[in-house]
């Protein structure tokens, strides 16, 4: 067992893991942050986002032990400090950016990089960065707009729905 230590969401967390533990599974199963989602373990569907350090990271890539003395951003810590939804997440629920909401913490993690990079990006800029992220249901174009609307531009200026 190996020690490791991380402030996730602004509080230190110091826990025992196998050297094999993938840093999805350490936010869910030891840590208890069930937000952050696991769909493939293997990299393709965007679901396990969170903020490493500043930056998006898959969390199925990468081992838990690598994360030792890094600052890690999950969905839960992507609300305001009273509790309510932040203004990515709200984006999200006014502008129906979900549907069974499995790909919604990785997306909103994903979004969160992406206004950081780039604070008011075009339709196609959105689009081109979520490619590493996949929902089943929405066809994205909804979280476009959610997107859209959270870098504060207007939602009606977006092309028709593709």
């Known amino acids: 067992m190996i020690n490791v230590s991380v402030v996730i969401n602004k509080k230190l967390c110091s826990v025992e893991v196998e050297g094999r533990t993938l840093l999805s599974r350490l936010l ?19 679901a396990c986002v969170v903020h490493v350090d500043g930056i998006a990271v898959k969390s199925c890539t990468m081992l838990a032990v690598e994360a030792d003395g890094s600052k890690i951003v999950t969905i839960e810590g992507m609300a305001n400090l009273d509790g309510s939804l932040g203004a990515i997440q709200k984006a999200f629920q006014d502008h129906h950016g979900l549907q069974c909401g499995y790909c919604t913490p990785g997306m909103v993690m994903s979004a969160a990089s992406l206004l950081k990079e780039n604070p008011k990006p075009t339709e196609k800029e959105i689009r081109e960065y979520l490619e590493g992220n996949l929902c089943r249901f929405t066809g994205c174009h909804n979280i476009v707009k959610a997107i859209f609307s959270a870098s504060g531009q207007e939602v009606a200026a977006l092309i028709a729905e593709p």
């Not at 030891?30 to 569907?45: F, P, R, W, Y």
Request: charged share 20%; with cysteine; net charge neutral.
């Open 28 to 46: 869910r199963e030891q840590i208890k942050l069930t937000g952050t989602h696991i769909g493939c373990d293997t990299s393709q569907c965007g």
